[in-house]
Nanobody
Framework: QVQLVESGGGLVQAGASLRVSCAAS????????MGWFRQAPGKEREFVAS????????SYTDSVKGRFTISRDNAKNTVDLQMNSLKPDDTAVYYC??????????????????WGQGTQVTVSS
């Protein structure tokens, strides 16, 4: 069983930076790929970024490439999403997700077994 708790969301102006974090419980963290997804009001949940269990491999959706960076610390069981040059379109609830015992990163929601409760990120224009 894995429990995920996100933190670090908030309200910022366009162009600002924000870092959201996810703390994971469970012994299999280092062998589990992690992902960040987001869901805006009235829209489906969408992939943002993912990272392999080792942290070597990462993937991003096109709209955040060059602006967002995903990273993980397996010693602390945490995964972070550094978001720079934020835009109003980045406004959403951001969710952390884990693939139980699978190191390969993935981009589809149904590839992930565990989800956090989400943290709100609001970017004003």
């Amino acid at each position: 069983q894995v429990q995920l708790v996100e933190s670090g969301g908030g309200l910022v102006q366009a162009g600002a930076s924000l870092r959201v974090s996810c703390a994971a419980s469970g012994r299999t963290f280092s062998s589990s790929a992690m992902g960040w997804f987001r869901q805006a009001p009235g829209k489906e949940r969408e992939f943002v970024a993912s990272i392999s269990g080792s942290g070597v491999s990462t993937s991003y959706t096109d709209s955040v490439k060059g602006r967002f960076t995903i990273s993980r610390d397996n010693a602390k069981n945490t995964v972070d999403l550094q978001m720079n040059s934020l835009k109003p379109d980045d406004t959403a609830v951001y969710y952390c997700a884990a693939r139980a015992g699978i190191r390969a990163a993935a981009v589809r929601t149904y590839d992930y077994d565990y989800w956090g409760q989400g943290t709100q990120v609001t970017v004003s224009s």
